[in-house]
């Protein structure tokens, strides 16, 4: 019963495009400080290490903050968290952060919509709360106009890549 209840969360899994797995490949997973786009030190999964809490969470993980950005600053590779304890950050932190933003944006949404918004939240609480008339279109359960709305912005140019297309396709589908 166990086997087959597993088996077939790992068939939802590979058949969604968007989910937690997916960011983590959009969002790239690095163990060592590298500096963001906007050259923001950043470890792991786009785990920002200005945040207040970031020398606590890098404690947890037996390492020094000041090391870790000594890292970005000398591009050096001395002060780093491992694979599982960098997925560990995005598990426990950054994705439920991002989850919590889509569902004050647009409470209840279908699964493959919601892990597309959580996504674009990626980018920031504040950027997807920039969407104000794909939130009217999800709201009415326009799935295609809200889809087309993330297709026409600037978050879908920035990020280049297949990510805003196959996150346009999760919330086009409605599911
Ligand atoms: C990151 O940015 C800092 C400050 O601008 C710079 O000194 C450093 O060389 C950069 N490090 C990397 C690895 O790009």
């Known amino acids: 019963m166990q086997v087959l209840y597993v088996f077939s969360l790992l068939i939802i899994g590979a058949a969604s495009n968007c989910s937690p797995s997916q960011t983590i490949r959009n969002e790239k ?7 963001d786009t906007k050259g923001i030190p950043t470890i792991g999964v786009g785990f920002n290490l ?3 809490d970031a020398a606590r969470v890098m404690i947890k993980y037996k390492l020094k903050l000041n090391d870790v950005l000594q890292d970005c600053q000398k591009r050096t590779k001395n002060a780093c968290l491992t694979t599982a304890q960098a997925t560990d950050i995005f598990n426990n932190i950054n994705y439920p952060e991002a989850t919590k933003c889509v569902s004050r944006y ?5 699964t493959s919509v919601h892990a597309a918004l959580t996504d674009v939240a990626f980018a920031g609480c504040g950027t997807l709360n920039q ?9 009415q359960k326009q799935w295609k106009t809200a889809g087309d709305e993330l297709k ?4 879908c140019t920035d990020v280049k890549s297949d990510r805003c297309g196959r996150d346009v396709a999760c919330i086009a589908s409605g599911k």
Request: glycine residues 4%.
């Open 131 to 139: 969407f104000v008339k794909m939130k009217r279109a999800l709201v």
């Open 50 to 52: 200005k945040r207040s």
């Open 152 to 155: 026409n912005s600037k978050w």
């Open 29 to 35: 997973l690095c163990t060592c400080c590298y500096n």
């Open 106 to 110: 647009a409470p209840g949404m279908p």
